[in-house]
């Protein structure tokens, strides 16, 4: 029978389309196809088991009790993820026992390698402080490699939360108040974390937490409600989130508060409206640690079975630590009150990242004692180490040159209660904290003055005490010496996770020893190291010279060392506003103009102010000093109105006027200022850090679209709305150079 040509076009159309629906002969399966078939053959229990994650030994929440049948739920195949096991002995011999279960489905292995497995890196804020995004790549690299080498494929990294509440003690996690620098900062640390592509044994899977809108927690208390306006939500918080997802994060976790009324991990419109539904994701959600049964509580679901329901219902993949899943996600099935279908897409989500990273070829890849020893030892590691944690150094003051230190100094007084100390400096979230490898501030000192000269080191006091019993010996130091650094700021356990404060003062009677050592009259520079913005008004009066450390890391001593003796010129910017006091909380650069703006600082009556302080922050986002001078001169742009999809080109010069190398972080800020929605009063839309030698100069550009001009409307388009607009380049939020002014039509 002769085929038409019409017959012979079907014909090859469905041959081909049936090759491309099932693999040749020996060609590889897609993940997929291979999700698929295993999921066919697993009972609702072990699909419950794969959404199921339990603790090991140490614990980062409330523990329940649940050592003794952990194993069996292992070998039954009733767990899909461990956390808190790591190392290739203890990761080996669990994935074991996985591997006895019915279909030796593989575990994942997770863990809060937050800044660092066994080289501690500076916390994610301090090294936020750097602007530097190729440093904070390379820094959540090689902690990846690291936790790669012990085991882990996953980690709990990176915290995306903007912040502007100074009480939260766990703004040290994330990159600060602005939303612009957070979200660059979201996309470098995940592909710092995962690479380009997952499956490599030097990297992990990320996880941007915590989804969402944590920072905003109300008065500052870890795990309370959050209540913000959609606009804000999208505006300000959502970004980081959507960055993370565009650089193609692997997973999300949920967060404990509320948002609006409804528990972050029983919210459909977070998980499902925003995360899988417009933003497509198609990695999974782990909850946090309990925040399922922790609806209970919340006093959104009745009993822990709703809150299963609720749970699974609102997109929450994986349940940490709270067993509401485990115990009750079958029975919902059963009863009808649960689809398969969405228990088959959370377990689907899970099995492709098992799949992707090769853990069905090879259960025990990560797990490799030679690399284990050969990363874990790699001397590479601690100079990077050292690299971002000296960029992430702010120099907040430095009256007549006080620093760098003078060659010619010959002794010098080391006084407070962490220039000896080694674990604070590494700061929380430290997953082995072997303080043998911190560099103290007097070991880092030691090691790069000159060796005739003499440090004093005397106490002075403790970090929490009240007493002043050290003062005298700290004083009679200061005496001795030529010049007195001192070493104040937080313990390693006064921020992080559930570490409000009240009081963000220097704790203690610490700003009391400064002041008792300033008043000897000698120069004093005072270096802070802290997990957030501290409060210390005498200090920022009174100190000849001001360092904001954060915390460091193992190599804090070096950096600061590096800092103080101009081997390195510091160039760090505030990625948080400070404020003067726990009363202007929460504050952020973006503030708005209100109808009654202060105009002049003496009148303030009827405006918008606070009759016992300015509105200003102590000091601002975007300020840090240098050791060097810089210019910004010429500023030109290539058209003052810009249409549709056109764009405009800002530029300008800048300029090292002073006699020792430096880098300079430009800042562009914009405004928008009549729009159908209040517009702050600026918004960071672009920076560029560059190094300039001493009287070198740089042309500057930055290219001006409608994307920079954007917000989101009370309806929640992101539109740019024709009329003027403010092109502000500064040093600093708070520092603007000059103003250029841009229509869009
Ligand atoms: C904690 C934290 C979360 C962490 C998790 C596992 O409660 O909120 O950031 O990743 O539990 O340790």
Redesign the pocket.
Known sequence: MKLSIYQRRLLIYLVALGFSCFPAFGQKKTINQRVDSLLKLMTIEEKVGQLNQYSGREV??PVTSRQTYLLNDIKAGRVGSM?NVHGVKDTREIQAVALQSRLKIPLLFSM?VIHGYKTVFPIPLAEAASWDLEAIRTSAHIAAKEAAAVGLHWT?AP?VDVGRDARWGRLMEGAGEDTYLGSLIARARVLGFQGEKLGGTDAVMACA??FAGYGAAIAGRDYNAVDMSNQLLWEAYLPPFKAAADAGVATF?NS?NTLNGIPATGNSYLQRDILKGKWGYKGFVVS??GSIGEMVPWGYAKDEKDAAFKAIIAGSDMD?EAEAYKKNLATLVKEKKVDIKLIDDAVRRILYKKFELGLFDDPYRFSNAGREQKVLNDPQHKLVARDVAQKSIVLLKNEKQVLPLSGAVKTIALIGPLGKSKRDLEGSWIPLSDTSLVTSVYEGLRSKINPSSQIIHAKGCDITDNGQAGFAEAIAAAKQADVVVMALGESYDMSG?AKSRTDIHLPGKQEELFEAVQATGKPVVVVLMAGRPLIFPKITEKASAIVYAWWLGAEAGNALANVLTGEYNPAGKLPISFPRSVGQIPISYSMYNTGRPVKNPKDIKYKSAYIDSPNSPQYGFGFGLSYTTFSYSNPKISKTTIRSTESAELSFTISNTGNVAGEEVAQLYIQDEIASVARPLKELKDFIKVALKPGESKEIHFNINREKLAFYNSILQWTAEPGNFKLMVGASSDDIKFIQKLELK
Do not use: R, S
């Open positions: 980062t929440g956390l809060d709990f915290m937490k915590h976790m404990f946090d640690w940490m996770e």
